[in-house]
């Protein structure tokens, strides 16, 4: 399984990005998939994590901004961040599971400038 992020830059204090995360390869045992963040110096952390039925789990900080939500067509996560705050930046990455192990993407960058 391979997994591409997209949709990360750079954007204002309050303002919205949304990033997308494609799966391609062996993508037929994909369950769960989600999103982790990274900020210098600190531990890899959750972010959001969707099932394949469309259950969601979110961390208590992003909870009431972030929005989760995926193509099983297409094989797709998003998420959508509203109301960003500079604690927000960090790379965020992306995480789809099957059978086998967990695969993740290669991060990209949310800089959020106060």
């Known amino acids: 399984v391979q997994l591409v992020e997209s949709g990360g830059g750079l954007v204002q204090d309050g303002g919205s990005l949304r990033l997308s995360c494609a799966a391609s390869g062996s993508t037929f045992s994909i369950g769960t998939m989600g999103w982790y963040r990274q900020a210098p110096g600190k531990q890899r952390e959750l972010v959001a994590t969707?099932?394949?039925?469309?259950?969601?789990n979110y961390a208590d900080s992003v909870k009431g901004r972030f929005i989760i939500s995926r193509d099983n067509g297409k094989n797709t996560v998003y998420l959508q961040m509203n109301s960003l705050k500079p604690e927000d930046t960090a790379v965020y990455y992306c995480n789809a599971n099957d059978f086998y192990a967990p695969h993740w993407g290669q991060g990209t960058q949310v800089t959020v400038s106060s």
């Open positions: 969707i099932s394949w039925g469309g259950s969601t």
